[in-house]
């Protein structure tokens, strides 16, 4: 028979995972995993994060912004952050209708590892990392690191989720996020740009970080074009087909891989303009 447990204290959530006889499926928001389970009886145990209140909450943490792994989307969106941020509320806008914003999570989302996961592009441009804890203790994974795949995360057993950590050091960058679907709320993207750009004075770049998802099986910056931009003023005429040719976008009913790589240079021009401007 399946049992659910809902602890009170993050203590209590990694005891279960370690002492466990049989694989915990980890739920947050649950907003993924329901849809998952319609006409099935669960088979298997559930740990549900949702009463641990130390998981909950975006606040500054010595080098770094700590997003708990129980911050909604909706918590995002009404908190009080750096302009940096900016690409990441823009993200949380587009995740479902207000009943998901209020309940699914982050965390949840990079878990997920959807390539579509709006909130992947935009946590790559922030440098995010995330928190891994165990019974052994915590260790700090490169967002890159973390997603392998499509549906595939570097989490091993006895281990969860905790925080996801952005450096404190591009607070005063500008970011930006732009989704493109069949209709502007309420789809799975087609394809997803995130930027984040530091300027000087005279307005030339001195960090460009850029991300597209959508269109390979895991969200991926846009080294080439970084680099490129250094130094320079970002007009959008510097974005060119060699600099996404790392990206692997597949042939579906929402659009071809031609269409894609298209629609994908043109998102990251929108941006540079509007980050430049």
């Not at 602890?7 to 928001?29: C, D, F, N, V």
């Not at 591009?170 to 300027?199: H, N, T």
């Amino acid at each position: 028979m399946a049992s659910y447990f809902r602890p009170t204290e993050l203590s209590q959530a990694l005891a279960a995972l370690s002492m466990s006889k049989r694989e915990l499926t980890i739920i947050a928001g649950a907003t993924d995993y329901y849809p998952t389970q319609l006409g099935r009886l669960p088979d298997h145990d559930i740990l549900d994060l949702s009463a641990i209140e130390a998981l909950h909450g975006i606040e500054a943490d010595g080098d770094y912004w700590r997003i708990g792994a129980m911050t909604t989307w909706r918590d995002l969106m009404d908190a009080d952050l750096p302009v940096c941020f900016d690409a990441l509320k823009a993200a949380a806008r587009q995740v479902g209708g207000p009943q998901i914003q209020n309940t699914a999570t982050i965390a949840g989302n990079l878990c997920n590892a959807s390539p579509a996961a709006d909130g992947v592009p935009p946590l790559l441009c922030l440098e995010a990392e995330v928190v891994l804890q165990g019974r052994a203790g915590a260790r700090q994974v490169p967002l890159p690191e973390f997603i392998l795949g499509n549906r595939r995360i570097a989490l091993a057993s006895g281990d969860m989720l905790t925080a996801i950590l952005v450096p404190k050091h591009l607070e005063q960058a500008r970011s930006g996020f732009i989704k493109l679907g069949a209709r502007s709320s309420l789809v799975i993207s087609i394809v997803m740009a995130a930027g984040l750009l530091r300027l000087d004075d005279q307005g030339r770049v001195i960090q460009a970080n850029l991300s597209i998802g959508a269109c390979s099986e895991v969200a991926r910056r846009l080294p080439e074009l970084e680099t490129a931009l250094l130094g320079q003023m970002p007009w959008a005429d510097m974005v060119k087909p060699e600099y996404f040719a790392g990206l692997s976008p597949l042939n579906d009913h929402r659009g071809t891989a031609a269409y894609r790589l298209d629609a994908a240079m043109i998102l990251v021009q929108r941006l540079l303009e509007a980050l430049s401007a």
